[in-house]
């Protein structure tokens, strides 16, 4: 079952006020280089969040995230 690995960046919008995504999410091939990454995103947004979950796409199947790393202002996953 694919494993895909995600790292999501958080910033609060000018207008509102409102945490938002500031880009698309990028998808890494090891849950390693997405902490790292992670890590290096934290001190230039509002929050960033790293996780994994296995998956199934042809099915729809979608286990539940697992959290690699966390920091600053993240909405809860869904």
Sequence with gaps: ?????????????????????????????SEETAIHKARLAAPHHAGVIAWAREA????????????????GAVPDLE
């Design 1 to 29: 079952m694919p494993k895909p690995i995600v790292m999501m960046v958080f910033d609060y919008a000018e207008e509102d006020g409102e945490l938002r995504p500031a880009r698309e999410p990028q998808e890494f091939q």
């Design 56 to 71: 199934e796409p042809n099915t729809g199947d979608y286990g539940e995230p697992i959290e690699l790393f966390r920091h």
